[in-house]
């Protein structure tokens, strides 16, 4: 059977939050070098092959828009990115993008089943954004991306 029908779950395609600082976002999500993708209702950011939507206060406050958690009000979101590179080029890019570090560099298990070094910030609304560096060959992340 190929791997695209054989009936299980292949991983994420997107998540999706609600949003409340939409300029800080755009512009703080952009300065971690991600694409961003504006629309009416939703500023999509994309990390390769998956996205996250960041829904519009105007939308995610409507009475209509019923496709998301009931509950759900910035900040609810709590993502870790794999970072690929060096743990001084991740502070250094984190420094550029006005992000402070609230944790880290910590040893943690991460979503690969193996151990690896997690740094934990802010985003302008107040997401928890985990950065993990697995080991490559034998040291903490590699500046070739």
Request: charged share 25%; hydrophobic share 35%; with cysteine.
């Amino acid at each position: 059977m190929s791997p695209e029908s054989d009936g299980t779950i292949r991983g994420f395609d997107h998540v999706s939050l609600p949003m409340q600082h939409t300029d800080a976002m755009v512009a703080f999500y952009r300065a971690l070098g991600l694409h961003v993708a504006e629309r009416p209702g939703v500023v999509s950011v994309y990390v390769r092959d998956q996205m996250i939507n960041l829904h519009r206060p105007e939308a995610w406050r409507g009475k209509g828009f019923t496709l998301r958690a009931p509950a759900a009000t910035p900040p609810c979101g709590d993502l870790c990115f794999v970072w690929g590179g060096s743990a001084d080029s991740l502070r250094a890019l984190l420094h550029q993008a006005g992000a402070e570090i609230e944790e880290g560099p910590v040893e943690r298990q991460g979503g690969r089943r193996a151990e690896g070094s997690s740094v934990y910030v802010r985003d302008p609304d107040g997401n928890l954004l985990e950065f993990m560096i697995y080991p490559v060959d034998g040291e903490q992340g590699s500046d070739a991306r």
